[in-house]
């Protein structure tokens, strides 16, 4: 007798397994994850390295004398600071704006796997109703033994192996949908916990800029009042420093021209030897990774030219990078080579070291003493000497300049900060 298979025929219409779209949903949207954890670790270590040069600014500006002599110095000194501060929010507001997206995606992910999770579980359901339904041992051996051929017996048999599979492959579905939700809760949690410290800080830094400007406007007003004191002051220095920066540019030239009167060659280049040629490509290849000439400190001024401060009428030049440290701070040499000058001031005894690469040459002025001789061959990293402490400011100050040939070069694309 032939015997009715109705209530096995919903059993063989299993769900299409929904597997396949959860691995590919979680694929989709973990996909940006990288690029933006990438980001955001570039941020984090950029303000980590303001935070830290902000540190230094302000424990070397807690060891300066606050006199009527160096407010120009002290107004320079807060300007840096607001500068860093104004720096380190714009880069909360990018993390910020990183946290926000990654926030909103994981949002967008929650809400997908929560209808997986849905879906998982009315599939999941049905399995069970219709598993109910063919409990009775005796259905399902009177299913087999209604098979009309050995070969249909043995289908059968295996659908009800791949149905009980299936039932077990979706309660991991579910529980791996569970976990997964869990997951980005939590990291949702910590996302919105991150946010708001970056927030915190950002008020804070906020805060203190309000109170550095009010600082400011004060050092401002005062040097207002004595505007041709100040600016007789800054012409002066201005003056000073052409004058050595020719100095420096004539001293090159001249060795320049001696060397190259030896091969006799006219041209205003070093002419390279063919191991000077290979020290100058090391220095290129380089680039973008030469040690800073102290160990510690910031750049309190850049290369190029731009307004003063507070004399917007007066342009402000430099062929360097200043760099204001610690007292008693060793400069150091950026890359190896040769020792081919040491200017000493008359005045002040103050010395400037001069460092051959090939054709491109260093110069580290402002030292106190120095420890090397014209025609030492200099290791990178080398101490030069230490660097002169003005007494009138408390400030210690190292004035590198880079030069290819007699040109000076911005440091920026040369010096690892």
Not at 13 to 20: A, G
Not at 319 to 325: A, P
Not at 339 to 362: M, S
Not at 385 to 400: E, Q, V, W
Request: positive net charge; aromatic residues 8%.
């Amino acid at each position: 007798m032939r015997l009715k298979t109705s209530i096995f025929s919903n059993l063989f219409q299993v769900p299409k397994p929904r597997f396949l779209h959860l691995i590919f949903l979680f694929c989709l949207l973990f996909l940006a994850n990288p690029i933006f954890s990438q980001t955001k670790k570039e941020l984090e270590k950029k303000r980590k390295v303001l935070q830290e040069e902000i540190s230094q600014i302000s424990k070397l500006l807690s060891k300066q004398k606050k006199t009527e002599k160096n407010l120009l110095s002290r107004l320079g000194d807060i300007n840096k600071k607001i500068d860093v501060r104004q720096e380190i929010i714009h880069t909360i507001k990018k993390e910020s704006a990183i946290f926000s997206k990654e926030i909103k995606q994981n949002k967008i992910k929650i809400t997908a796997i929560e209808k997986q999770l849905e879906m998982l579980k009315e599939d999941y359901a049905k399995m069970v109703v219709q598993s109910y339904k063919s409990k009775n041992k005796n259905s399902r051996l009177l299913f087999l033994l209604s098979s009309s051929n050995f070969l249909q017996a043995y289908k059968r048999m295996q659908y009800m192996k791949q149905y009980a599979n299936y039932r077990k492959k979706q309660a991991v579905e579910i529980n791996q949908s569970k976990d997964a939700l869990l997951q980005l809760n939590d990291s949702l949690k910590i996302k919105k916990q991150e946010k708001q410290k970056l927030i915190a800080v950002q008020v804070k830094e906020k805060k203190t800029i309000d109170f550095e400007k009010n600082a400011q406007q004060k050092l401002i007003d005062k040097v207002k009042k004595k505007k041709r004191r100040y600016l007789s002051q800054i012409r002066k220095r201005q003056k000073k420093e052409r004058k050595f920066e020719q100095q420096l540019e004539n001293l090159i030239k001249g060795v320049i021209s001696k060397s190259n009167k030896k091969s006799g060659k006219k041209t205003t280049k070093f002419v390279l030897t063919p191991e000077a040629k290979k020290l100058a490509a090391s220095f290129v290849a380089n680039k973008g990774k030469l040690p800073a000439p102290v160990t510690k400190g910031y750049v309190s001024r850049y290369y190029g030219k731009r307004k003063h401060e507070v004399m917007k009428k007066i342009d402000v030049n430099s062929n360097g990078w200043f760099y204001t440290t610690a007292k008693n701070t060793m400069a150091r040499a950026v890359f190896r080579g040769k020792v081919f000058a040491i200017l000493v001031d008359r005045k002040t005894k103050i010395k400037t070291v001069l460092i051959q690469h090939g054709n491109y040459v260093t110069s580290y002025k402002n030292l106190k003493t120095v420890l090397v001789k014209k025609g030492d061959n200099i290791d990178t990293k080398q101490n030069l000497g230490i660097i002169h402490t003005d007494s009138t400011t408390g400030k210690t100050i190292l004035a590198f300049v880079l030069w290819k040939n007699a040109t000076p070069q911005n440091p920026a694309g040369w010096i690892f900060k």
